[in-house]
């Protein structure tokens, strides 16, 4: 499998970096390696002392896809989640300044988490969805789809114009602002859409909450 990685996707983002807006979807990848599962600890690597997170709607491709229409790609995924985009910030700049690819500040071993995945059948409306992280209890980065530049169908289908998409792939969908450092001994949370409904059930109200959220500890590796 791939990580598909599309980058400035939320104008509020795209100005913290003070990076212009894109005009047509700009992505990257991540390894298979990136992937770290079941809220399994992130280790902050020696290599960087600037590692920022970047909370991100991820899509789980469902089917093998290329060259895929706008109007038909919400039939090649069917479930989404949360992911970090963990980056060395300090290793992307020095790239950038050079003008060198900065593969080496986002393609990382475990520089992506990501938590369970949830169908997308739950939800009514892909293109309205919230999501946030928390760093030790408080809320860092607030996201909504609906302020994406290039909404999910408009990635897909740019994206697999170049990339043979298949069963399994992941795309992650871009950072809402307020990105930022992670320190060791940090708690990460992200939560997919927080809200409570009233829902009635004969004469009861019930209180749903919807949590898809999951939990990094950032972690210094023993002996270094
Ligand atoms: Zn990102």
Known sequence: MKIICVARNYVDHAKELSNPLPEKPLFFMKHENCIVRSNKPFYY??????????????????????NI???FAHRYYDEIGLGIDFTARDLQKEA??????????????????????????EFDDISRISFRLDINGSAVQRGNTELMIFPVDVQIA????????KTGDLIFTGTPAGVGPVKVGDHLEAWLEERKLLLQ??????????????????????GH
Do not use: C, N
């Open 69 to 71: 229409g706008q109007k």
């Open 158 to 165: 740019y994206v697999s114009k170049f990339v043979t998409l």
């Open 96 to 121: 950038r300044e050079k003008g060198a690819p900065w593969e080496i500040s986002k393609s990382f071993d475990h520089s992506a988490p990501v938590s369970e995945f949830v169908p997308v059948s």
């Open 201 to 222: 059930y004969g004469q009861e109200y019930l209180e749903y909450r919807k949590k898809a959220g999951f939990m990094v500890p950032v972690l210094r590796r023993q």
């Open 45 to 66: 690597p020696d290599f960087s002392s600037d590692i920022h997170h970047e909370v991100e709607l991820v899509l789980k491709i469902s089917k093998l896809g290329r």
